[in-house]
């Protein structure tokens, strides 16, 4: 860096400063203490690395920004604001926090221009991260350096780096030698309760590096030193981590350097002395036009970059690809191969795990899907994720489309919602339904970003039988259905499967989590498969013999047999029963109420029949309905005698249904 531009940088990194102190102040909450601690090594940064055009920032070919410490939030909305992104006001920046603005409390994907990820939970950005640089070298592995060569910047906290899933993301970053990624590490050895030598002794560096990444130490208030690390990070083979020692809350008189800078506004003494420390001599939200001017020189950068670009992209041979590759969306020649898949299936009915039926979808599909990216926590041979298309990705070859993520179950979530982010990419990934619980945080994310992640999570009830409690998941289903936004599949037979992914992969604003048994299911389905049934998340898969039903029995996944059986044990007893087929409950409870009638007629008890607790079926089958299914943890036998023991039987849903007709 020349010494005319050492002179911008700190000038734009006080505009940054005092933007963030007065923003806090007034929406009297909020932290100012991680922006002005991090905006020097944040103006280098910008100024001189990030490829991004803010004329475009959904440009394929951009570097991906994770703020990682959202609470920092103030430090990217300056930012975008000083480089004129549209939409970025200095009236957003005076709306911090409230409701409607562009500035919420965290940064919030979909929300505001040039925001890349969901972050405030500790440890995800990070992590998602990994995710988007994983993303960037398979699509620069299929379409070539000239479409997609771009770096993933991340600025964590000490909170981030003290977070579980940190480990997970960078000791798989580091395995596949992910060196587009670049960690700013915001070394200011202060948490909320203070220092952080009250609980972390870590060597953060020597962690990364047992990981397989490069380190490097500056003094975050020196820009040159920045800039040259930056520089260096960019040459190396492996992900790199700059430490960037800092002092929390810069500038402030009193509590730089302390919790007390971290999240709650300075007060006005405290930013008059800190614009008095950092020479800023401008009023609350006043920036002058050349500290514009010297940050928007980075756009104009940028712009050329783009340029070039675009002029690449329209002479490629791979150009329609590439750009129908972004738009995402199921390729023709999968969705044949699907519809193929679902007749055979018709044909042949098999009695099948639906882990195996799932299995089976993948290997129909996968060769024609190369923006489907699947993996499994180390469990493929039980998830059955692997399609025998799927070569495995590698440090040295990222062509393949498959991922051993390890026994990872949340660096592998967090970074599935990374390569969806990005784009370009439709991941999935397995592990068994009971560790969900190990991915939660992530999935939630994936929810509340309206990522389309899916995830094959097997092994779903008592059913799995003799490895126990400790691997039966009874409240996940429930759990996992209280989400916002996300969707349960849990198929009843091989058709039921094969439709359940293709509403998981044609299904654009969210998650699906596709619950997959263990155990075999017989074929149920009598129709021809011509039409998604599932697509509703509940159908009529028997009527009910001999007129209008009595009892409604639903039930999902493996119980849906449970329900066939008890309808024709009901009908010996001139009982007309009908079996609604659920395959997501959250998926039927948003269809119309004409829909819903149709299938639960009004004033038609019903039983529901799920090896699960009962929490959440009140909405479908009301607070009288009956429910054959868990009360509590399940335990170690065959699954059989479990379903015996648990009362989980068709002979129960007799008797339930009895007490009601
Ligand atoms: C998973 C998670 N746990 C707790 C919090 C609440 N929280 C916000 S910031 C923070 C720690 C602050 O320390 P650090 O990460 O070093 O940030 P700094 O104060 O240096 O900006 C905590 C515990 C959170 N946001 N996410
Ligand atoms: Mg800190």
Avoid at 550 to 560: D, N
């Amino acid at each position: 860096m020349t010494a005319p531009d050492l002179d911008r940088i700190r000038p734009m990194a006080n505009a940054v400063r005092a933007l963030s102190m007065d923003a806090v102040e007034k929406a009297k909450s909020g932290h100012p203490g991680m922006p002005m601690g991090m905006a020097d090594a944040a103006a280098v940064l910008w100024a001189k690395h990030i490829k991004f055009d803010p004329a475009d920032p959904q440009w394929p070919d951009r570097d991906r920004f994770v703020l990682s410490a959202g609470h920092g939030s103030m430090l990217i909305y300056s930012i975008l604001h000083l480089i004129g992104v549209e939409g970025v006001t200095m009236d957003e920046l005076k709306n911090f926090r409230q409701f409607g603005s562009k500035t919420p409390g965290h940064p919030e994907f979909g929300h505001t221009p040039g925001v890349e990820t969901t972050t405030g939970p500790l440890g995800q950005g990070i992590s998602t991260a990994v995710g988007m640089a994983l993303a960037e070298r398979i699509l620069n592995a299929h379409f070539g350096d000239a479409l997609v060569d771009h770096h993933t910047w991340v600025i964590a906290s000490d909170g981030d780096l003290q977070e579980g899933i940190s480990q997970e993301a960078i000791s798989l970053a580091g395995h596949l030698k992910l060196n587009r990624l670049i960690v700013l590490w915001d070394d200011n050895s202060i948490s909320i309760d203070g220092s952080t030598e009250l609980s972390d002794t870590v060597d953060h560096k020597k962690r990364f590096e047992a990981a397989g990444w490069d380190t490097l130490s500056v003094d975050g208030h020196d820009p040159a030193a920045v800039d040259a690390a930056l520089t260096r990070a960019k040459a190396s083979d492996r992900p790199v981590l700059i430490a960037c020692r800092t002092t929390i809350g810069f500038g402030a008189p009193k509590k730089a350097g302390t919790a007390g800078s971290h999240g709650s506004p300075l007060g006005a003494e405290e930013i008059d002395g800190a614009r008095k420390a950092l020479g800023w001599e401008h009023g609350p939200f006043e920036v002058p036009e050349n500290i514009y001017a010297d940050w928007r020189e980075m756009a104009v950068r940028s712009a050329a970059d783009r340029k070039a670009w675009n002029e690449r992209l329209a002479a490629s041979n791979v150009r329609d690809a590439f750009i129908a590759r972004m738009a995402g969306g199921v390729p023709k020649a999968a969705q044949d191969a699907l519809k193929a898949h679902i007749a055979k299936v018709v044909e042949d009915k098999p009695k099948l795990a639906t882990r195996a039926a799932s299995g089976k979808v993948l290997e129909a599909i996968a060769a024609d899907y190369p923006a489907l990216i699947g993996g499994s926590a180390d469990l493929t041979g039980s998830n059955l994720t692997k399609a025998s298309s799927q070569a495995i990705i590698k440090s040295d070859d990222f062509s393949g489309g498959y991922i051993h993520y390890g026994v990872r179950e949340h660096g592998m979530a967090a970074a599935m919602n990374g390569m969806s982010l990005h784009g370009g990419i439709t991941p999935y990934g397995g592990t068994f339904l009971i560790f969900s619980d190990y991915c939660r945080p992530a999935i939630r994310l994936s929810a509340l970003m309206n990522q389309s992640v899916i995830y094959v999570l097997t092994h779903d009830s008592i059913g799995l039988g003799e490895d126990g409690p400790t691997h039966q998941p009874v409240e996940h289903l429930s759990a996992l259905r209280s989400i916002p936004g996300v969707e349960t599949w849990r198929p009843c037979d091989a058709l039921e499967t094969a439709e359940s992914w293709a509403c998981a992969l044609e299904r654009t604003d969210g998650p699906a989590i596709l619950a997959l048994s263990r155990q075999g299911v017989p074929h149920l389905r009598e129709d021809d498969g011509s039409q998604n049934l599932s697509a509703r998340g509940a159908y009529v898969l028997r009527e009910a013999q001999g007129g209008a039903p009595q009892i409604v029995l639903i039930a999902t996944g493996t119980e849906v047999e449970l329900a066939v059986q008890a309808r024709d044990m009901l009908a010996e007893k001139g009982v007309k029963a009908r079996v609604v087929s659920a395959p997501s409950p959250e998926r039927f409870l948003k269809q119309d109420d004409a829909y819903r009638a149709s299938v639960l007629p009004d004033g038609v008890p019903c039983v529901a029949v799920e090896a699960a607790i009962r929490w959440g079926w009140d909405a479908i089958i009301g607070r009288e309905g009956g429910f054959v299914g868990m009360t509590g943890f399940g335990a170690s036998a065959p699954a059989e005698q479990l379903y015996e023991h648990f009362g989980i039987t068709a002979e129960r849903v007799v008797e339930e249904a009895l007490k009601r007709v």
